[in-house]
């Protein structure tokens, strides 16, 4: 059991690195962080049910990350991405995250606007995040690998 009063050398050093992490703010190419906007207010004027829980993590993605100029991280999830991730503990998927979704194109693309791709963007490998549902159910989404495609 974890004594607050003594912990051991091991639990100080894994206590430092998640303070250190929760310090740590997203970051996003500012590119990325003015299409999460555009996003936003597409979703602001769409009647689509779902796109006012797009609009939330849209919202909550934009309010938790900062722009910069680049990114010095090569494991966080941005447009262009190719990403395997796994919801729920089933088998892993892979898929391009992509800002604008064409019609036609093959599946195993993720758009940027969807809920997946919403929260997606901007997480680093071996993160975990809960994934809203349309329906409204919250599952688990945990990113396994990425690589920057585009």
Partial sequence: MFNFNHPDQQTFQTLSLVRALRKTPVTLPSSDYQKLQEHLENCEGARRPSSKLLAHVLANKLMNTRPVDDVRHSDVVIGG??????????APQTGLLVHRARSGLSGGVIP?????????????TGQRAPLLFEDGTIGRLCVIETSNAI
């Fill in 112 to 124: 940027v606007a969807s809920l997946l791709g919403a929260t997606l963007i901007g997480m680093r």
């Fill in 81 to 90: 991405s190719c990403v395997t991730y796994v919801v729920d503990g089933e």
